[in-house]
């Protein structure tokens, strides 16, 4: 048996009035059991795209181009909608940032949660029941049995992200894709969920793949990270090789950014400018108009990434040679 | 306290929002009898601080503890229930919006999202006039394109520039765009309410830059509102740290993240995501957070609280300075059983 989930040079558009626009350019990445990868990148860099992909989500005016999607061995572009309806939600399951995109408000947790186990389970009312309570306790909600009978409004933003996490486990998925799933919630509570994902892909046997502009909290959980900008991936390697030894200058860029480390007070490092849109990338590679170490073949040349190390490192970058680091 | 070296100086401040609706909602049948129920949000309760000419402070806590309204009710833009606020010794809670005016310019304020907070109809040279002329109605045209100028400068947006709408700028232009304007007036203290939360990693630097440098050149005194404790130990000279509307710790940047006293500054400090440490032991909080509508008595924070015991379910523990100069409101911390 392959990988558990194996995406190879994906590419979304979106069709627009004026022509296609290309969201995802080429992305090809793999994940295990039990593996969790991280996808990071600033506002529009195409994280949630990827991972709506993945799930086969991605609605007009947007569309797979190109690239295949091989998740247990399975073509996803060949499935009917059919399968693919039962594959998602079933097989591979999705966090959101806000948990009411997927928790009705006029339902009872117990309601919402045995109607996903009777739609996917031949089993009896009462079983389907005791499922949904095993769940809730899986990610440690207080007074699980009480729960059941209350409604999202009734629980505060941290408890409904599990209650959301609990009915992702209902069917016993071998891949959660989690989009954001704690930047709408304080630290403390952020912390416990994190703990909790981590603590599921162990036990449950599952693959992870957590979107999120924080690299913070990715470099805690991960154990790789894939760098995204402009709807590409720069850079990528196991966690603590991105962590520690960055080669893409944008990686590099965002790492010195982060005030954690510094003499407090002391200046940031700031990357100038900003991430271009989609509709003005420019041509060559899309950071040189921000990169300090750019050449006149960055202007031309679309750098792919190439692996660095032995260590399954690789970056997007024609300088990398000029790098000292790489000596 | 010596409240004419403070710039500010709040004394037992509370803000509640009374949410009960109309008179008809608030009227039940009990027992054959009618009886109005008011709805009492009590979002900010007994608090007292001081901030200093020229420092940082930075307000933390999670969602809904206070924060905003705390920076709003100082402003003047919310009447406080009790409680008095002193600008330099004077105390401005009280005052008329015309006795007030001298004090606005005095004081500024930076919101989250810059979109909504400029006016999309009016180009940027318009949203940077106003507030001078409001201030100032005798001020030569050519002193307010100077400054317009001299401001743009100073927050890294090109001043030829001026003539565009808010749209068409990025989200961080937008910052500092609405940052420029706080500093038209020339004011000395400004409250920032999560002034770099809507923007990307690699923008925030570029804000927080732009901040530490006004500061230092125009000497400028902040009241900062961060959920982000990185930014917040970075960027403060001390911190003061709220739960459900009260004040539970308040010490400098220094002693605060090497010694927190509160439970609850010990676990909140312990849970922020930092860049390479794995699985980090963060102190897990029981119970969930009760509502500012029906504050638990004694302290706030003990039905979460490790610590906890009978004193602190009926006593509400007084703010009280330790030798190290932090300020604590813990029982526990009172009695030397918590270090
Ligand atoms: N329905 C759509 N129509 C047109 N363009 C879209 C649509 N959805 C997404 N895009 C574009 O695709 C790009 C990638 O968007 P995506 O939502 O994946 O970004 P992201 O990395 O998840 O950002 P964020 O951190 O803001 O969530 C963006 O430029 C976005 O504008
Ligand atoms: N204008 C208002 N009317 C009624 N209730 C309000 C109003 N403003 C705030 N509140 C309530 O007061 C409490 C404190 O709110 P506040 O906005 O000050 O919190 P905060 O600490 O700034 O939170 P956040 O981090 O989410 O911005 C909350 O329970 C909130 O719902
Ligand atoms: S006063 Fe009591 S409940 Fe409150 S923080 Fe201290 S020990 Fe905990
Ligand atoms: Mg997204
Ligand atoms: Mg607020």
């Not at chain 1, 040189?288 to 750019?294: A, L, V, W």
């Not at chain 1, 050449?295 to 990434?305: A, Q, R, S, T, V």
């Not at chain 2, 600008?87 to 005052?95: M, T």
Request: glycine content about 8%.
């Amino acid at each position: 048996m392959g990988h558990l989930l194996e995406v190879r040079n994906l590419e979304v558009k979106f069709a627009l009035r004026f022509g296609d626009l290309t969201a995802i350019d080429n992305i090809s990445f793999t994940l295990d059991k039990k593996e969790k990868l991280g996808l990071v990148g600033e506002s529009g860099a195409g994280k949630s795209v990827t991972g709506f992909s993945i799930i086969n989500l991605i609605s007009k005016p947007g569309y797979i181009s190109g690239g295949s999607i091989l998740f247990e061995d399975r073509d996803l572009s060949k499935l009917s909608t059919g399968e693919m309806r039962k594959l998602r939600g079933h097989r591979i399951s999705m966090i959101f940032q806000d948990p009411m995109m997927t928790l009705n408000p006029v339902l009872t947790i117990g309601t919402q949660m045995t109607e996903t186990v009777l739609a996917h389970m031949k089993v009896s009312k009462s079983d389907a029941m005791d499922i949904a309570l095993e769940k809730l306790k899986k990610v440690y909600i207080p007074s699980p049995e009480k729960r059941l009978f209350q409604y999202p409004h009734e629980c505060s933003g941290g408890m409904r992200q599990r209650i959301v996490i609990a009915i992702a486990l209902l069917t016993n998925p071998s891949l959660i894709v989690a989009d954001e799933p704690t930047t709408a919630l304080d630290v403390t509570i952020q912390a416990g969920i994190m703990d909790l994902l981590q603590e599921l892909c162990t036990t449950e046997d599952m693959g992870l793949i957590l979107i999120t502009h924080d690299l913070a909290v990715v470099s805690q959980v991960t154990d790789k990270i894939a760098v995204m900008y402009a709807g590409r991936i720069i850079e990528t390697g196991p966690t603590e090789e991105i962590v520690n030894n960055p080669r893409h200058p944008y990686t590099k860029g965002l790492i010195n950014s982060l005030p954690g480390g510094l003499q407090a007070g002391s200046r940031l490092a700031q990357i100038p400018g900003m991430m271009p849109t989609l509709t003005d990338i420019p041509d060559g590679c899309a950071f040189n108009p921000r990169c300090t170490i750019n050449g006149p073949i960055c202007l031309e040349k679309l750098p792919e990434l190439r692996v660095l190390d032995g260590k399954n490192h690789s970056a997007a970058c024609h300088m990398l040679e000029n790098d000292q680091r790489d000596k | 306290m010596d409240k004419s070296n403070h710039l500010l100086t709040i004394e037992n401040l509370v803000k509640h929002f009374d949410i009960s609706g109309g008179l008809l909602d608030q009227l039940s049948i009990e027992k054959g009898r009618v009886k109005r129920h008011r709805t009492i949000v009590k979002a900010v309760n007994d608090v007292s601080l001081f901030i200093k000419p020229g420092e940082t402070l930075s307000v933390v806590g999670e969602s809904g503890c206070g924060k905003s309204t705390l920076a709003r009710t100082i402003l003047g833009l919310y009447p406080p229930e009790s409680g008095q606020v002193f600008y330099r010794g004077d105390r401005i809670d009280h005052l008329s919006s015309q006795q007030m005016l001298p004090y606005r310019t005095k004081m500024q304020m930076i919101f989250q999202d810059p979109y909504a907070s400029l006016n999309p109809r009016m180009n940027v040279e318009r949203i940077l006039e106003e507030p001078v002329i409001f201030h100032n109605k005798s001020i030569r045209s050519d002193e307010v394109t100077e400054k317009v100028a001299e401001v743009m400068d100073l927050v890294g947006v090109d001043p030829k520039w001026s003539d565009r709408y808010p749209h068409e700028f990025s989200g961080g232009q937008r910052q500092r765009i609405s940052i420029a304007r706080a500093l038209m007036v020339d004011p000395e203290f400004i409250v920032a309410d999560e002034p770099v939360s809507a923007l990307d990693v690699s923008i925030q630097a570029q804000i927080l830059n732009l901040l530490m440098d006004a500061q230092e050149k125009r000497g400028l005194t902040y009241l900062l509102i961060t959920h982000d404790l990185s930014v917040v130990e970075h960027v403060s000279t001390r911190v003061a740290v709220m739960y459900l509307g009260c004040l539970c710790e308040l010490a400098t940047v220094k002693e605060l993240y090497n010694s927190p006293r509160h439970p609850y500054t010990k676990a909140l400090l312990s849970a922020i995501p930092r860049l390479g440490v794995r699985q980090p032991k963060h102190i897990r909080l029981k119970g969930e957070v009760p509502t500012p509508i029906n504050l638990p008595p004694g302290c706030v924070f003990h039905n979460r609280c490790t610590y906890a015991d009978d004193r602190c379910i009926v006593e509400v523990p007084k703010l009280l300075e330790l030798p190290s100069g932090t300020f604590v409101a813990c029982h526990r911390v009172e009695e030397g059983r918590l270090d």
